[in-house]
């Protein structure tokens, strides 16, 4: 157990429609990174947040957006969603120079 | 821009005999590497890192890795594998950034199968 948490764990939903992923980081964690992993992209970074401000943004889309709250916890906003959105969606936090991930949530477009 | 390879996609090896995996990354100045395991339905678990000193550091379950700036590679080994070793492994490579971590590069992942 990493101690970072991310719920749901699985989300099935329909095209066009928009959900909340959401991260608790590893307590005394400031920094909260989003990855992607999809079958044909492998493991991608989405956005960095370090207490509470944005840092880094990687191979985001335009209708995904990310938050971190003045508590630590993120939240990663998926709108107008498509098919080729289903991934698993991994959080990731820490300190220093080292990232411990979350179990994931698993999101289906249908 | 950093970027890491791993040739191996699928790799089977039998229960008891050793394993290498290979990771080679591109990166401007010195790198900071990691391997992860990932078991099916499961998160990424930090296996080892590498970020300076001694060339060889090692991990958890019994893994350990060697830094070879020469050869731009960062190949994960283990003497004896364990059933319980199936799984897929990452190797990541991330910039040093002060403060905190920047981003991960991640390789494609090879998948281990062991076979008793």
């Known amino acids: 157990d990493s101690g970072v948490t991310q719920t749901p764990k699985h989300l099935i939903t329909a095209t066009g429609q928009r959900v909340t992923l959401r991260c608790s980081p590893r307590s005394g964690d400031l920094s909260v990174y989003w990855y992607q992993q999809s079958l044909d992209q492998g493991l991608q970074f989405l956005i960095h947040?370090?207490?509470?401000?944005?840092?880094a943004k990687g191979n985001i889309l335009e209708r995904f957006s990310a938050q971190q709250f003045p508590d630590l916890h993120s939240e990663l906003n998926l709108s107008s969603l498509e098919l080729g959105d289903s991934a698993l969606y991994f959080c990731?936090?820490?300190?220093?120079?080292?990232?411990?991930f979350g179990p994931g949530t698993r999101l289906t477009v249908l | 821009a950093q970027s890491v390879t791993q040739p191996d996609i699928h790799i089977t090896v039998s229960e008891g005999a050793s394993l290498e995996l290979r990771c080679n990354y591109s990166?401007?100045?010195?790198?900071?590497l990691f391997w992860y395991v990932q078991s099916p339905g499961q998160g990424l678990q930090l296996l080892l890192k590498y970020f300076s000193g001694d060339t060889l550091v090692q991990g958890i379950k019994g893994f350990e890795a060697e830094f070879k700036r020469s050869q731009s590679s960062f190949n994960l080994r283990k003497p004896s594998v364990h059933w319980s070793d199936a799984a897929e492994y990452f190797c990541?490579?991330?910039?040093?950034?002060?403060?905190?971590?920047?981003?991960?590069?991640f390789g494609t992942g090879t998948r281990l199968q062991v076979t008793l």
């Open positions: 990731a936090s820490g300190v220093s120079d080292t990232q411990y």
């Open positions: 947040y370090y207490n509470g401000e944005e840092r």
């Open positions: 990166y401007g100045a010195t790198p900071y």
């Open positions: 990541a490579v991330g910039a040093a950034a002060i403060g905190t971590a920047s981003k991960l590069t």
